[in-house]
């Protein structure tokens, strides 16, 4: 999960606000994008399990459901970090370099 150190540094890296509030705001919008993103990534990792081994009268076991879980979990806090941090960072970091200021 995100922690709020994680957060503040960013976010005062990319001069955003770091008071405690939009910290929490912020890690609850990263809790509920994270969690929108879950099902549609498991269910496709689960589809492509089915299409991989038919038969089984729809039956799922749970080691692939709960892999699928884990997966899918670890894909969506990968993607929303770099849509959210990581990106704007290395952005910022491009543009210093580019203006002749070292990065960090």
Not at 22 to 48: C, H, K, M, P, W
Request: avoid cysteine; charged fraction near 30%.
């Amino acid at each position: 999960m995100l922690s709020p150190v994680t957060v503040r540094a960013v976010h005062k890296e990319l001069g955003r606000p770091t008071d405690d509030a939009t910290i929490a705001t912020v890690r609850e919008q990263f809790a509920e994008e994270v969690g929108s993103r879950i099902d549609l990534y498991a269910t496709q990792l689960v589809n492509e399990w089915k299409a991989a081994n038919p038969g089984g009268d729809g039956f799922i076991p749970g080691e692939v459901m709960g892999s699928s879980h884990g997966q899918a979990l670890r894909r969506a806090e990968e993607e929303v970090m770099e849509e959210w941090f990581n990106g704007p960072i290395r952005t910022l970091m491009e543009r210093k370099v580019a203006r002749g200021i070292d990065g960090w």
